[in-house]
């Protein structure tokens, strides 16, 4: 990758297989159950991360790293004359961008530039493979994160989520709405705007008309999305096959990513969430 080296948060839900192909740092956030505290994606996997919540019946906290966990992190690779482009969740969702900042500080200036990617899950990974492209063809730290934050207006985030427990648990709908939905099968989809996250659309009935108006809902711009790289995105789902093949009846994609949320992000949205994230031209 050059002089540049490309770091995220673990919230951006990219595969270890894509991390290592575009070479990526990834800090991770911490999940605590109780007295025990895991780092997402390294001491807990989702499947037991659900296990622990049918166990205890509650929800993990979790928790940014902090600005000693970015400067452990960033300091092997500005030591070997790297510099570095962090793409982040969104600051108006979490305070990783902002340690990630406070880090910054501690290296000679214009070492470490932070890039708000102004979303979450893989709409921060479709930025962060961008950085990583940007930087296999040899653009400096500043102009990569600058480019960066210019696209991040662009990537479209919405998810499907199966069940309305997890937001109950965590507070995000209260009691009666959680079962009206039960009760009417209401499936809701949660949308990033404007770096932050809303309540968007409502699919009442099977899960299968839920995916279908979630294919609707992209196919209906497929004129304005850029075909180099989409992703779908899912929490132990088994759905992302089918949506890959339905968008690829209509869209010549280059490249249709399916990824599994990390436990950060399934643990606000539960089972068998889906979402389809692309990027605008």
Do not use: W
């Amino acid at each position: 990758m050059g002089k540049v080296k490309i770091f995220s948060d673990s919230t951006c839900d990219l595969s270890p297989e894509l991390v290592a192909q575009y070479d990526i740092g990834v800090v991770p956030v911490y999940v605590r159950f109780g007295d025990q505290v895991y780092r997402d994606g390294i001491d807990l996997t989702v499947e037991e991360l659900y296990q622990k919540v049918d166990e205890l019946g509650e929800l993990p906290a979790t928790a940014a790293p902090s600005p000693g966990d970015f400067v452990q992190a960033f300091k092997p690779y500005i030591d070997d004359g790297l510099d570095i482009v962090f793409v982040g969740i969104s600051s108006d969702l979490s305070a990783i961008l902002n340690n990630a900042r406070l880090a910054a500080q501690e290296f000679p200036e214009g070492r470490v530039h932070i890039a708000d990617g102004r979303n979450l899950s893989t709409g921060t990974g479709i930025l962060v493979l961008k950085a990583a492209d940007f930087a296999a063809q040899g653009m400096d730290a500043r102009t990569i994160a600058e480019k960066i934050e210019a696209l991040a207006p662009k990537v479209e985030t919405e998810f499907i989520v199966d069940t309305l427990d997890y937001l109950h648990k965590g507070g995000r709908c209260t009691g009666l709405t959680r079962l009206v939905g039960s009760m009417l099968k209401i499936r809701p989809s949660l949308k990033v705007i404007g770096g932050k996250l809303y309540p968007n659309q409502k699919f009442r009935g099977t899960r299968q008309k839920a995916l279908n108006g979630l294919l609707n809902t992209v196919l209906a711009v497929k004129d304005e999305i850029d075909p180099e790289r989409i992703f779908i995105t899912h929490s132990v789902s088994d759905d992302g096959p089918y949506l890959k093949e339905e968008l690829l009846k209509h869209i010549d994609a280059k490249e249709i990513l399916i990824t599994q949320a990390g436990c950060v992000i399934s643990s606000h949205c539960g089972r068998n969430t889906i979402g389809i994230i692309y990027m605008k031209k």
